[in-house]
């Protein structure tokens, strides 16, 4: 049996700027005309490289705005083929329970159910988060998300621990 690492990540405030929208006539997109959506995806991709055991669980309220294959679709192969699952899971969690939930205890309630041996998140939402993980928790700003150098840093520092 292998050890089990994961890298809990949201999309909005990570992957792209958090300003994020949807509408049925545009589908998901950038309000800000000079940002793209998933820009900073390769970032996690070269961050991520030299840990090919380190697994993704989507933190995202894409999944529960669209689904789990919307949202895993949206990633690079390479990010893909990394994914094993969401925190939200209508198998496990009552969509409006889910929802009323801090971004952090979502988190957490699937680290006790996944169990693994070593995660950390990557999050620009930080608010309640549970004082007793905080130290897992990689924050980000809305509007740099992994562009920001200190972010890919602490990145880096906590793999080294993996």
Do not use: M
């Given at each position: 049996m292998y050890a089990l690492k994961v890298c809990y990540l949201d999309f909005d405030g990570v992957l792209h700027d958090d300003d994020v929208h949807w509408n049925r006539k545009r589908g998901v997109h950038m309000k800000s005309p000079e940002r793209k959506l998933f820009e900073w995806m390769p970032i996690l991709e070269e961050l991520l490289s030299?840990?090919?055991?380190?697994?993704?669980?989507?933190?995202?309220?894409?999944?529960?705005?669209?689904?789990?294959?919307?949202?895993?679709?949206?990633?690079?192969?390479?990010?893909?083929?990394?994914?094993?699952?969401?925190?939200?899971?209508?198998r496990f969690t009552n969509i409006e329970d889910f929802n009323s939930t801090y971004r952090g205890f979502q988190v957490v309630d699937d680290v006790l159910r996944r169990k693994p041996d070593n995660w950390f998140a990557i999050d620009n939402d930080a608010f309640n988060w549970p004082t007793n993980f905080r130290q897992h928790l990689i924050k980000t700003e809305d509007r740099f998300g992994l562009s920001d150098v200190n972010v890919q840093n602490a990145i880096i520092e906590l793999l080294k621990t993996f």
């Open positions: 030299p840990y090919p055991e380190v697994k993704i669980v989507l933190s995202t309220t894409w999944v529960q705005v669209k689904c789990y294959k919307f949202a895993k679709e949206k990633l690079s192969s390479d990010l893909q083929s990394r994914t094993i699952g969401a925190t939200f899971h209508s």
